[in-house]
């Protein structure tokens, strides 16, 4: 007989977060990060220290990470870890950790592809979050990717649209560097647009040839010049708008996603519909979703917030999915940094 409680031992460390967490079956028991801050002083993620803070980081996240849910290491039944997309210094911090540590305590090693767990962190079981009934159109936005993906299944997924450039998140941080502001700068930009008037400049929305793409590289060089033109007339430009300058450049950002996952939805006729990735924080599309609830008839999902940027419990439920199906890696796995959706 299948034993009932079922303990997995989640590993993320695709980019510059280092996470560990135990789910029991699809709950969460403890979920830990150890967000690395060295990097905000070089505007962006630096692939050779990240690797080096995992390497630090890997052993006391996953003793927490046990501690939290109160059991020892003799109670995990497999290990779920990252196996992409990432940066591959950092993927294999992660991947060797945890093949280590499933071949010193004899269980099952379950690899797990980043981008579906984004997806399917909709499956951990919590109170008061609904759980999308198939098939659900997901728009996954995040600082490496944004598509618009069609769920079918736990393991199926056709992108219907997805970035022919920059993701949404990069769209963030690099404009939000043209402000001067830290890296990460989405979560920067949703604070200061809070205070902001979101119709006080206008920036003109990027074409693509398949109408589902995204595009967001135009975006930030029309944000650049903008500045640019607005600084030579006023050097205090960006210091006295900057609450305006965020309000008005999320606004656009979120109107590119709206506009599309719309459009997916009428093509598809599907109404269930999901977001995912560190973007899904933002408040405006946050907000912005919810509203489609009455305007759309939308059924929407909008994950807990410790859920939308990276982290471990969202490795742990699609390892316990692929513990069910007996899904488990070979020894001679490999990491690989350009995993796609479906692979
Ligand atoms: O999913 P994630 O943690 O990592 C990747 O897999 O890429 O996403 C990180 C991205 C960053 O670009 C960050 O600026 C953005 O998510 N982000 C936000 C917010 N919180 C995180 N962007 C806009 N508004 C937010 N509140
Ligand atoms: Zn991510």
């Known amino acids: 007989m ?19 967490a135990i789910l029991q079956n699809d709950t969460v028991l403890s979920n830990v990060i150890a967000n690395q801050k060295v990097h905000a002083v070089y505007g962006g993620v630096v692939p050779e220290l990240a690797s080096r803070a995992h390497q630090q980081n890997i052993v006391p996240v996953v003793q927490q990470a046990l501690e939290q849910a109160g059991i020892s290491k003799n109670d995990i039944d497999a290990i779920g870890f990252t196996q992409g997309p990432g ?13 280590s540590l499933s071949i010193a305590l004899a269980i099952p090693l379950i690899s797990v592809n980043h981008m579906q ?22 728009l996954t936005i995040s600082g490496g990717h944004t598509q618009i993906l069609k769920v079918s299944s736990t393991n199926k997924f056709e992108v219907l649209g997805e970035t022919i450039d920059d993701a949404v998140g990069e769209a963030f941080d690099k404009t939000a560097k043209l402000l001067g502001l830290p890296y990460p700068g989405g979560p920067m930009i949703d604070k200061y647009a809070s205070l902001g008037d979101k119709y006080a400049f ?16 135009g975006l930030k060089t029309a944000i650049l010049y903008f500045l640019q033109r607005e600084q030579k007339k006023n050097k205090n430009f960006i210091e006295q708008n900057l609450n305006d300058i965020c309000a ?19 093509l598809t006729g599907i109404k269930e519909i999901a977001i995912a990735g560190g973007v899904s924080a933002n408040t405006e599309i946050r907000t912005t ?55």
């Open 2 to 20: 299948s034993k009932k409680k079922i303990f997995i031992l989640a590993i993320e460390s695709s980019c510059d977060d280092t996470g560990a």
């Open 87 to 99: 940066l591959m210094g950092s993927l294999l911090v992660g991947a060797s950790f945890a093949k």
């Open 117 to 138: 767990a984004h997806v399917l962190a909709h499956f951990i079981r919590d109170k008061g979050q609904n759980i999308p009934d198939f098939p659900f159109l997901c």
């Open 202 to 217: 206008q920036f003109t929305e990027p074409k693509t040839p398949n109408k589902l793409d995204f595009s967001f590289s």
């Open 248 to 266: 008005s450049i999320q606004y656009t950002i979120v109107n590119i996603l709206m506009k599309k996952l719309k459009l997916a939805s009428e």
């Open 289 to 343: 979703l919810k509203k489609c609830e009455e305007t759309m008839g939308w059924k929407t999902y909008i994950p807990k917030f410790e859920y939308t940027t990276d982290n471990a419990a969202m490795i742990g439920i699609v390892g316990y999915f692929k513990y069910l199906t007996n899904d488990f890696n070979e020894d001679n796995f490999l990491a690989s940094s350009r995993l796609k959706i479906n692979d």
